[in-house]
Nanobody, 119 residues
Framework: HVQLVESGGGLVQPGGSLRLSCAAS????????MGWFRQAPGKEREGVAA????????YYADSVKGRFTISQDSAKKTLYLQMNSLKPEDTAMYYC?????????????WGQGTQVTVS
């Protein structure tokens, strides 16, 4: 049973930085695409960044390219999202997610979310 637990959200001023973490358990990392999604009030959930099962490829939404970086520590089974130059429009609940085998932005597992507020 895959479990994902996010942490690291909070309140930050525009232009600031935050690093989100996602502790994963109950799965084989090499079999899953790992990603970050976000959902702002009144908006649909959107994929922000993803990293392929082998870790060699990454995906970023256009809105975060050049500002956000996804990475992983395989030994710790932890996924990270480094967020720099934050904007008010980045305010959302951020979710860690795992998708078996492929990165199609349709995860099989979700974390509970961590709130990021830029104000």
């Amino acid at each position: 049973h895959v479990q994902l637990v996010e942490s690291g959200g909070g309140l930050v001023q525009p232009g600031g930085s935050l690093r989100l973490s996602c502790a994963a358990s109950g799965y084989t990392r090499s079999a899953y695409c790992m990603g970050w999604f976000r959902q702002a009030p009144g908006k649909e959930r959107e994929g922000v960044a993803a990293i392929t099962p082998g870790g060699s490829g990454t995906y970023y939404a256009d809105s975060v390219k050049g500002r956000f970086t996804i990475s992983q520590d395989s030994a710790k089974k932890t996924l990270y999202l480094q967020m720099n130059s934050l904007k008010p429009e980045d305010t959302a609940m951020y979710y860690c997610a795992a998708e078996l085998r492929y990165c199609t932005l349709r995860p099989n597992y979700w974390g509970q979310g961590t709130q990021v507020t830029v104000s």
